[in-house]
């Protein structure tokens, strides 16, 4: 019986005991026959409402039970899994959340991005559960997961993973499943540029060692096909190059444009930074950004605490710094030595004080050069300062945290031309198909304004493509109609910023809702200084308006995130959810409620970026025979 209906039974009580009694033979306003009867159908009434509701909840819990005995059971760690987690017993929570593999972890990040909810983050180079109750069950995490088997995986769930669809390869040896065709970079799951370089540089040693060993092939003009001279690519090309293996390096457009697609002034993070850096392409000349690179972090007190050890101290900074400088300067391009030569010198200098104070401090304390006297002898100083330089020459060579876009074009293409590493750009390649005797691949390009065909051969293929296929596009009847403005004929809607300097004062529509989105309506309104922004000049702001279509990406990055809400907040971005464009006219555009189709208003504008993602190139894959799982 429920709580209103024993309400209800009472309320009629107190009612006919209210009631002014009409003869000595009742009570109340009834007579003890009617007393009697009314409570023998209270008790009824109470007797089959308590049998209807137990026998409803019955058949709720045994249908529940039911659904959960038919349904998948929940992922537990398994007795190999806990022997490799070096547990015999797992004691973690019992609800769902990540379990992290280190030794399969490549510290790729991809985990993190793709968790809405702050679960995991990278601690000393690899992925970590760091707040496992906020676990909402998501699986991203384990589907994102590159690896195989995953480094990832969310326990006690009975959720499907969905992982997206990737080439097959084997892991180890980057080789696909048709012989002698490798995968690298983006395209093979495996996110960011870090793993991108060291891939590039692992597979051209892999197939070095193969062909070593193997018979000659007459039929084939070059040892490996490199195709796509993206980050991954680049690196392939210059390890090939230096290896002497004969080589095409086939680029659709120009030299990294992975690279040079990324809005001017944007940093690029090279993540994990805990990860040595390996690959063709180098990283010395990188990070000496002053708004990165520490040099202008030094307390004050670090150079009055050298200065006060003595002018030996001083000296022996000097000279450190000299060695150091000659030694990494010969990793960095000829041509960028003047432009990176200061700001290596200042970066080196830093890292030399900043140890030598620590030293310092660890000995004592007050009068420093009297400290440094006592513990820093001729003999000391040589083995101390020996390997403090090697740490620095290390930190500069391959412990790189990023760099703004701009230097890493600059190093990298210089590094690429003074090694004399040849690439055939937009050049575009058309099919890769495999000899009939399997010995070499046959690979057709179309270059030139008049797609001039051309054809290679070589014995083996390295795909490095990347994702960025073919745009979506927003599918408007007159989305490719050019118009007038300032004089010159230009393209109304666009699919990438390069450099949004070139937009000034402009009305502009950005269509989407992932981090390219973000960061192009905030490189729109913003100036970049470094990984933190600040409003343009007035004279040089445009007036921007972001539609997504329903909500923000749950891969967007939270940074990117924090500053689109912050320019929401200061009005600099007009930021709409379910609006799309219905109709797109010269100088303005109509928009309207994607869910409804109702119009709402029309705004003024004169570009609009469509940055709603692209076509994998998984046509292309398929061609040359890679399965796609």
């Not at 070095?208 to 796509?228: K, R």
């Not at 990283?283 to 030996?312: K, R």
């Not at 740490?391 to 945290?401: D, G, H, M, S, T």
């Amino acid at each position: 019986m429920k709580p209103f209906h024993i309400v209800i039974c009472l309320a009629l009580v107190i009612l006919l005991l209210w009631l002014v009694p009409t003869g000595a033979t009742t009570f109340g306003g009834l007579s003890w026959i009617g007393w009697a009867s009314m409570t023998a159908v209270i008790l009824l009434i109470g007797f089959i409402i308590i049998v209807t509701d137990s026998a409803r909840a019955a058949g709720f819990f045994t249908t529940l039970a039911d659904q959960a005995a038919a349904s998948e059971t929940a992922r537990t760690l398994s007795a190999d899994e806990l022997v490799e987690l070096k547990l015999d017993k797992y004691r973690g929570p019992a609800y769902p959340h990540p379990v992290i593999f280190v030794d399969r972890c490549i510290g790729c990040q991809a985990c993190v991005e793709a968790c809405p909810h702050d679960v995991l983050a990278i601690v000393d180079g690899t992925a970590a559960a760091v707040a496992p109750d906020l676990c909402m069950e998501d699986t991203a995490c384990q589907a994102e997961c590159p690896v195989n088997p995953k480094a990832c995986i969310v326990i006690n769930t009975t959720r499907e993973v969905r992982s997206p669809p990737t080439p097959t390869r084997d892991g180890a040896t980057y080789e696909t499943n048709v012989d002698g065709c490798y995968i690298i970079g983006d395209v093979s799951g495996v996110p960011l540029i870090k793993n991108a370089v060291k891939e590039g540089a692992e597979v051209i040693a892999r197939i070095a060692a193969d062909l070593s060993n193997a018979e000659e092939e007459p039929g084939a003009e070059y040892d490996v096909a490199i195709i796509g001279i993206g980050p991954g690519g680049a690196s392939a090309a210059a390890s090939a190059h230096r290896t002497g293996l004969r080589y095409i390096a086939i680029e659709q457009s120009k030299t990294l444009s992975t690279i040079d697609l990324y809005p001017k002034g944007k940093y690029i993070f090279f993540k994990p930074d805990t990860k040595d850096w390996l690959g063709g392409i180098p990283a010395a000349g990188l990070g000496l950004s002053p708004t990165t690179s520490g040099s202008e972090g030094m307390p004050a007190d670090y150079a009055a605490i050298v200065e006060a050890a003595g002018e030996d101290a001083g000296r022996m900074v000097r000279d450190s710094m000299e060695a150091v400088r000659a030694e990494i300067l010969a990793s960095i391009p000829k041509s960028l030595h003047s432009e990176l030569g200061e700001r290596l010198s200042e970066k080196i200098k830093f890292e030399l004080e900043l140890r030598l104070v620590g030293l310092l401090r660890s000995k004592g304390i007050g009068d420093w050069e009297r400290v440094y006297r006592q513990h820093f002898g001729r003999a000391e100083q040589s083995a101390i300062m020996t390997d403090i330089r090697s740490e620095i020459v290390e930190l500069l060579r391959k412990k790189i945290p990023g760099d703004q876009r701009e230097n890493i074009l600059a190093v990298w293409l210089a590094n690429l031309r003074d090694d004399g590493v040849r690439i055939n750009e937009y050049e575009s390649c058309k099919s890769v198909t495999p000899a009939e005797n399997g010995g070499h691949f046959t690979i057709a390009t179309e270059t030139g304004p008049a797609n001039d065909p051309r054809n290679y051969t070589a014995r083996r293929v390295i795909i490095a493509i990347g994702l960025r296929g073919a745009p979506n596009k927003l599918r408007l009847p007159n989305e490719d109609q050019k118009f007038m403005l300032d004089g010159r004929e230009e393209q109304k809607v666009l699919y990438s910023l390069s450099n949004p300097s070139d937009f000034r004062g402009r009305s502009i529509v950005v269509v989407g809702g992932g981090n390219v989105a973000v960061e192009c309506a905030v490189d729109l309104v913003t100036v970049r200084d470094g990984s933190s922004i600040r409003p343009r000049p007035p004279d040089t702001i445009n007036r921007v308006t972001m539609l997504v279509r329903d909500y923000l990406a749950p891969t967007v990055k939270f940074r990117n995130k924090l500053q689109l809400y912050s320019l929401v907040e200061t009005g600099l971005i007009d930021l709409r959810f379910r609006v799309g464009i219905s109709e797109m006219r010269m100088h303005d555009i109509v928009l309207a409620n994607v869910v409804t189709g109702e119009e709402l208003d029309t705004i003024p504008n004169d570009y609009v970026f469509a940055l709603i993602g692209g076509e994998r190139p998984n046509r292309f894959l398929e061609s040359i025979g890679i399965t796609i799982k």
